[in-house]
């Protein structure tokens, strides 16, 4: 057995046990504490219980490990010596916050405990240090309220009544209006209350008090809400939390202490200034809490009249955090996020850790970085997510659409959204499971509510600042945000809000929230997209992942629209162009649904005939989009049913659109059902069972790029077979193609070349991809049926049982989501191999969701693959994930 | 470019070109004639075109090869001068039959032509030759009629009602009362109809009649029915047919001639004894075409009074056949195939081959060879081919069941088989492909009716022998069959027959024939298996089989009584208890529905606690049956919603019976609707979602074992989790296997041990079958849901393309009947090396219809599986495939 691993590090007076790199062992908050510490920031002194003593907690059955409170105690000593007072001392004690930490920030883990340390002896010794009785009461009451919740597992709102009662007795309406007396009742009452409802009394030993905070630290590792947040969130369960124990400081000591957050930078543009919100006289959970609205460090920003900055109202305090600020940046080299508390006008720091910022933000900050010399290319490259991204892509309100403002708040989060309106989080997972798009509106929001948020496509809340739990947890979700929206108030038993001009909203109603403004619009509002060319930070993010990848990356667009979009983004083709949407047209549904209840050959020749000139022309706007680009038709693809009038009035419109009679239809039409119709007649098996349908859509293809060639532009066509799993298929269909092609080159006396290949989404095919590739000139991976096909599972039907795998930890993340690499990646990479060995230099792609997730793209890059193709708005994305996989190869 | 092949063999007077082994170049019917001639027996001259001329003919698009009509003139002259008559030669004219020969004989390609050489000049040199003018005419009426349409495709019918025209005219009813002066003149007629017909006179140059003889044959080889039957019997379309050129002798020149058909040992029952059917005066064309009734050659079976044989009315001739017999048997050591005729008493060979047997006669051949000596154990064991088995297997009836006989045929191939009739061979697959057992009545049948007697489950004609076609086809197909049923009269038009005692059966009334007694029977009659055990000569093979194979077989039994017939037939365990049958009973239904449609845990659990007494006494009853052998069990698989009700009855009676709101039952079962229910909610993803329902049967199945084993009688129970694809839901489940089965080894208070091992049926699962080894204690392939996804086809879905996919040949055998060895068995091996990699030694079998197939069990042995695993019918099948594979293995 090895030695025990060291379970307490310590830090204070410009010494640290530990450093920023041990975030595995200290956490996010207590390596930050370590660094800033040996950096020589003013840090409070205190210690870290590692990470490796809550797993140890797990690994014996939820104990605190043995010896590990003696230890404790030593490291408190040294805290006691440098704080100039002692733990527990009735003359002048030393109180502690307890923090959790793990090595990702994570809301839902239990936050802090603050004042920890007083009872009914030590208050006396912090009213006589502070000369303050009131803030001695109201700390031990605040202590009292806060370990009672989240170590004791009291409700918190009896609690709050009993405030409320006071107040109503003594005919005042503010906390601040309420005595020493006052405060030192409440305690009693509180007291009382908190024994009647655990049959115990609250502890007034100090260690006792330090030991089950630590212990509810490790336990709220473990809540729901925290397992949640990490599988949101990809965090593994097994890195556990750490716990910070540091000596208190207090911001709520007169009108020259405060406490507040800040960003070295400004988290949500990126640029470079000083960006910050604070309360005066106040502890930190009150900004976090979002109850009273900060106000902000400096005029950076547009301040509100009559609202004074911290800069004015404690110079000295504001030049000591510049001063910390240039010193973190220069040595992190990245913008932090800080939290600080001033004490009788001295700046404590009380975190410090790498700032979450939008995406507009993030790109900003790598391209200016760069220009600053701190930071290179790539490092900048690897600054930015390329999931981030995807929000700065999200549709903006388009500045010359109409727009009917009802109330607006700060904008927390960008993004523009429009949804119908929900005011609980289990409506928004309802509504949103039913399909819909839903707005969260909340008074303010908690940890309770994160599988709400996520389900939403936009929050707004009418309390908090921008750093409130709405505006953080929006922002690491890319979710559009408004908060602290004052102009509304929400009447949760009602389900509506009233805005302060009268306006009434009830749920379902639709709005549109725009998270760049605060704007909050009634209805639905037009939006539009980034333009990655006209914003030169992401362009030159951009550009520079183009200099870095090697894969190409295409886009799967339909029509010539998408496929303008796609080619601004940067897509180098089409992957994949589906052809069933262009059979859905309305003036076209009547042809084909004709064609498929033909009884003759000729009458479904007749049929199709009439439905080539449309086809004809969606192939001659693409082709034109794509100019000297590839473009992958896939030839149809799902089965004929899909395309099959449902309803009755659909059935009596065909009837008489054919001649043929209602009930034939119907009839045919039950003919066509099937029982597992993912696995029936569709794909290949069509085009082989009724070669005139693919016959039709082969000449459409050519015919159009024979036309587009004609006005001297450069069209490269790809004809895709799907749902290959049979070699012989794609040969028998790939004469079918060569036959039509030279008939049509025939007829317009022109040629054009072009390839014809196939998709790879059936096992089979995979393994026979030698065979296959014999006659395939590429293979498109089809990564979406190949997932349903290897899992046996249909996405559509997997829904109920996928719920009940992730909650028992069956599975992470959705493969739909995120190419499994084990099974369905195997795949890919036998059929790679195989198809390569048979004709060397094969051309492979993928296309379906996954070409658009920036871990698939990485599995893309390392198998070899030589493009992906994915949906328009994600091809940014792709170019940068794709950047993402070169450097991290080459940093292997 | 390599010397062209040699494209004719000579054969005559004691000497051949060819012999036996050379029917890749010669065909059956060439090889054995050269052989013949090569070993002495009178054989009439003549040569082959070998299967390399066909070859050429298809390559050069339907074009006899350049230069061959002068190397058939050649060979053609050294026939003429061993028969000392000349082709052509109005005088003493040679005439010719020609006939095709591929390597395996094939129904669907042209039989013969006889008489050719025949015209208007050489009929008179025939005449005077034979002295028998009307001989002569009456050949030439056949000859005009027989090439006219093999050759010329000319209808036969208004040929054939000339005929009855003439015969009505004066006043006959027999072709024998017609004189030669009315074949002359149906002759004219004949060739005036074929010249209006085709609008060309009918060839009267012998060798423009050989010539197109030849193409004939050749173009044969591609008609629908051999194409067909090639598919059934999988054999190759690149072998292509010989034709076979043969000076004609005439069976039919007098009362001192004959033609027939025999076997060196009984083709029915094997036993050692010469049997055949002769028709005096009569050509070769009239036995198998079974028109004529034909007579016995001796009495080694009953022969029914006043009919004489061929040994007492040719005694002679008998003799030299008798010699003959001798000789091919000692020489092929095997049973063969014989046609004869005798020509005014003097005896020819036409025909030896390897004699087609039923399974009875080949078991039965095979153990007597080897006791006298001709052959040894492993080729004896390969003589009897594994499928042919089936069919002895097959149901036979119950001697002690109620039987209705309306008529009585001749027995032709045995079996006992109920069906619906049907009287065409396009109602016997319509009908079976909608799932109905049909027995097709046909007055005699052709090769036409190949599909439909494919499709029937028995035969039954009307006329002809043992020997005809209808007799023939079904022992090669394996069906049960009864032909020359002259008691039976068949109206074709009103879809109907009528027995001689005067009931009548129309078209879907019910049957059943007894192809061992030749019995027609009204209405469906008890039936009963064979007993391997008591059947001396089948128990030597599968003793041997025993002895040679490496495999071992289990069965796939749900019941007591299921697991007891399959251990009778060898069966060494179950490989596959389904327990989803053991739901659906009537009784237990009502409860399995009300647990599905519980709201509550508890009620779930409730209903579930009433079943398990139930599920428990069907695992005694099989644990008690398989005593000492292992039993896998697989857990509950279906999707719930295959228990829920259908009807509006079910709906009903379900509410009554659980006091449920029917609307309610309705709209839950409307829940449990799934889009693609095989992809869906079942399997593994039940035990995960519904613990409760696993563990019902887990404590079931434990509860019987150690109930049994109380008994003293060993139980070995395996508990296979179906449908995983992922390593966490095996482990998952494994655990909760383990908990109840804790439980109840506490309540019983007896251990015993089992093994908890996986169903592999999912591509991915093979492709993690590493980690999934971990955990499972052995691997079940389920090898139909395996090929269902790796083809991404449904079954049931699969049939309307799947038949395209045939006739286009873009698939030979269906993969659910055969196993796929190129995708399906890649991941079955892929899974086999990776599992073993993980837990060396893991136990791995197959279960399900791939099991019971012996091409999918070679592959099994090959790829190293420890056990197959089939229906109980199939064990014996199994168990002589296994010894195959091992003997072919040996012989690599």
Not at 706 to 714: K, M, P, Q
Request: with cysteine; net charge negative; charged share 25%.
């Amino acid at each position: 057995m090895t030695a025990a691993p060291q379970r307490i590090y310590t830090f204070g007076a410009g010494r640290a046990e530990g450093h920023a790199a041990m975030k595995d062992v200290l956490g996010g908050k207590g390596a930050g504490l370590a660094e800033m510490t040996n950096l020589g920031i003013p840090v409070p002194p205190g210690f870290t219980v590692s990470t490796a003593a809550c797993a140890e907690y797990y690994r014996t059955g939820r104990k605190l490990p043995a010896g590990l409170m003696d230890e404790v105690r030593g490291a408190l000593a040294a805290v006691e010596s440098i704080a100039g007072a002692r733990f527990g001392d009735p003359e002048n004690p030393l109180l502690l916050s307890v923090r959790s930490g793990a090595k990702f920030s994570m809301p839902g883990m239990m936050d802090t405990v603050l004042n920890l340390g007083l009872n009914t002896d030590t208050v006396g010794g912090l009213a006589r240090s502070t000369g303050d009785p009131r803030f001695a009461w109201d700390s031990f009451r605040r202590f009292v309220q806060m370990y009672g919740d989240v170590v004791l597992g009291v409700n918190r709102h009896p609690l709050e009544k009993l405030i409320e009662g006071r107040k109503e007795a003594r005919g005042v309406t503010q906390d601040t209006e309420l005595t020493a007396d006052d405060w030192r009742d409440l305690v009693s009452a509180f007291l009382e209350r908190v024994e009647s409802q655990l049959r115990r009394p609250f502890p007034m030993d100090p260690y006792e008090q330090l030991e089950g905070a630590i212990a509810a630290v490790f336990r709220s590792w473990n809540t729901p809400r925290a397992v949640f947040y990490r599988k949101e969130h990809g965090i593994p369960d097994d890195i556990y939390t750490a716990v910070n124990v540091q000596a208190m400081v207090f911001g709520n000591l007169g009108d020259d202490s405060a406490t507040g957050v800040a960003f070295t930078r400004d988290p949500a543009t990126g640029e470079d200034l000083f960006y910050g919100e604070f309360l005066p006289n106040a502890q930190g959970e009150d900004v976090v809490a979002g109850i009273r609205t900060p106000l902000p460090i400096n005029r950076s920003r547009p301040v509100p009249d009559g609202v004074a900055t911290l800069e004015e109202l404690m110079p000295a305090a504001y030049g000591t955090l510049l001063e910390v600020r240039r010193r973190l940046e220069g040595h992190f080299r990245d913008m932090q996020d800080l939290e600080f508390t001033i004490q009788r006008g001295r700046v404590w720091m009380l975190q410090c850790r790498t700032g979450k910022r939008t995406a507009r933000a993030a790109v900003r900050i790598a391209v200016d970085m760069v220009g600053e010399g701190l930071i290179d290319r790539d490092t900048a490259l690897l600054r930015v997510q390329p999931s981030q991204l995807d929000q700065l892509l999200h549709p903006t309100i388009d500045p010359k659409a109409p727009r009917h403002v009802i109330a607006r708040g700060l904008p927390a989060s960008p993004g523009a959204r429009t949804g119908k309106v929900v005011f609980t989080p289990e409506e928004a997972v309802a509504r949103s499971e039913r399909g819909d798009a839903v707005i969260l509106v909340r008074r303010e929001t908690s940890p309770e509510d994160i599988a709400g948020m996520s389900a939403a496509q936009g929050i707004l809340t009418a309390r908090g600042g921008q750093t409130s739990h709405a505006a953080v947890v929006a922002r690491g979700m890319g979710k559009c945000c408004v908060v602290g929206c004052s102009e509304i108030s929400v009447a949760l038993d009602e389900k509506s809000f009233t805005t302060s001009r009268g306006r009434t909203v009830r749920e379902g109603d639709e709005i549109t929230l725009d998270g760049a403004t605060g704007e909050v619009m009634l209805g639905r509002v037009g939006v539009q997209g980034v333009d990655p060319e006209h914003d030169r930070e992401l362009g030159q993010v951009l550009h520079w992942a183009d200099e870095v990848r090697r894969l190409r990356i295409r886009t799967n667009a339909d029509t010539p629209d998408d496929a303008r979009t796609a080619r601004r983004f940067g897509a180098e083709g089409i992957g994949l162009c589906r052809t069933e949407h262009m059979f859905f047209d309305e003036e076209r549904v009547a042809l084909v649904r004709e064609m498929i209840l033909a009884e003759t050959f000729e009458e479904r020749k007749a049929a199709l005939d009439r439905i080539l000139p449309f086809q004809r022309r969606d192939f001659e706007g693409i082709f034109r989009a794509m100019a000297g680009l590839p473009v992958t038709v896939r030839l149809l693809d799902p089965p004929l049913h899909e395309f099959l009038p449902t309803t009755d009035a659909q059935v009596k419109a065909l009837a008489e659109h054919s001649g043929m009679r209602e009930a034939d239809i119907r009839r045919k039409t039950r003919e066509h059902e099937e029982a597992n119709p993912m696995l029936g007649h569709r794909g290949c098996r069509l085009g082989i069972s009724h070669p005139e349908i693919y016959r039709m859509q082969v000449r459409a293809i050519l015919e159009a790029a024979c036309a587009v060639a004609s006005e001297e532009i450069a069209v490269l066509p790809e004809i895709m077979i799907p749902l290959v799993s049979i070699e012989k298929e794609l040969e028998f269909l790939k004469e079918e193609v060569a036959d039509e092609a030279e008939a049509v080159f025939r007829g317009t006396g022109r040629r054009v070349a072009y390839q014809v290949g196939t998709m790879i989404e059936l096992p089979r095919a995979c393994l026979v991809a030698g065979g296959i590739a014999r006659t395939a000139e590429f293979f498109s991976f089809g990564t979406n049926d190949l997932t349903q096909t290897s899992y046996g599972f249909a996405r559509d039907d997997a829904g109920p049982f996928l719920r009940v795998y992730e909650e028992v930890k069956i599975i992470g993340r959705s493969p739909f989501v995120t190419l499994d690499r084990e099974g369905v990646g195997e795949l890919v990479r036998i059929a790679v191999e195989r198809g390569r060995a048979a004709r060397p230099g094969l051309k492979t792609g993928i296309c379906g969701e996954h070409g658009g997730d920036p871990d698939s793209i990485a599995f893309c890059h390392e198998v070899g693959l030589d493009y992906v193709s994915c949906s328009p708005f994600r091809v940014p994305v792709a170019r940068l994930a794709a950047a993402h996989a070169a450097l991290r190869e080459a940093a292997k």
